[in-house]
T-cell receptor
Framework: SQTIHQWPATLVQPVGSPLSLECTVEGTSNPNLYWYRQAAGRGLQLLFYSVGIGQISSEVPQNLSASRPQDRQFILSSKKLLLSDSGFYLC??????????FGQGTRLTVV | GNSVTQMEGPVTLSEEAFLTINCTYTATGYPSLFWYVQYPGEGLQLLLKATKADDKGSNKGFEATYRKETTSFHLEKGSVQVSDSAVYFCALRPNDYKLSFGAGTTVTVRA
């Protein structure tokens, strides 16, 4: 069966520090991968998606970047965090013939 | 473009009450429609889906019917339980790559 791992579960980082959130998928190959952000009191915003290794599409301009170094690995990064980067980050995967499957999320607090 | 508008919350109900969460969408073509649920501190899980007009998705006592004429996919449950307390997201999939979400509706069921 397929599983998706996302870590860490919670993170508190100071303003200006770097960020690296990792997401890995097991049990499937060549998935589409997604990073969403859920800000407090708001819905889900698609940040990045990837249809293959090294292929990243950015949905909104921001202080974050994404990379896909391996087929089932998706990384969300920042060189310098801002207060406004605080939120709940969700990784997801899907294939053309499936629904989307979400990780447990990372609660990021920038202080 | 593609977008989803869902009823704003929060919604507070008593156990065994009837729940309706309205969802309307804007899309070109014939998107698939979904309801996802997010329990406290967790990622999203698929609740139900419908892939074509007049389809009814159902799961755990929840139902939603894909109404193309009104571009709606309202979620209903006849008798809610405390365990139904969660955030509910309406979503549409316009193509194989993207999944667009509504803002989410927080539902709290009191005993």
């Amino acid at each position: 069966s397929q599983t998706i791992h996302q870590w860490p579960a919670t993170l508190v980082q100071p303003v200006g520090s770097p960020l690296s959130l990792e997401c890995t998928v097991e049990g499937t190959s060549n998935p589409n991968l997604y990073w969403y952000r859920q800000a407090a009191g708001r819905g889900l915003q698609l940040l990045f998606y990837s249809v293959g290794i090294g292929q990243i599409s950015s949905e909104v301009p921001q202080n974050l970047s994404a990379s896909r170094p391996q087929d089932r690995q998706f990384i969300l990064s920042s060189k310098k965090l801002l207060l406004s980067d605080s939120g709940f980050y969700l990784c997801a995967w899907k294939r053309e013939d499936t629904e989307a499957f979400f990780g447990q999320g990372t609660r990021l607090t920038v202080v | 473009g593609n977008s989803v508008t869902q009823m704003e919350g929060p919604v507070t109900l008593s156990e065994e009450a009837f729940l309706t969460i309205n969802c309307t969408y804007t899309a070109t073509g014939y998107p698939s429609l979904f309801w996802y649920v997010q329990y406290p501190g967790e990622g999203l899980q698929l609740l139900l889906k419908a892939t074509k007009a007049d389809d009814k998705g159902s799961n755990k006592g929840f139902e939603a019917t894909y109404r193309k004429e009104t571009t709606s996919f309202h979620l209903e449950k006849g008798s809610v339980q405390v365990s139904d307390s969660a955030v509910y997201f309406c979503a549409l999939r316009p193509n194989d790559y993207k999944l667009s979400f509504g803002a989410g509706t927080t539902v709290t069921v009191r005993a």
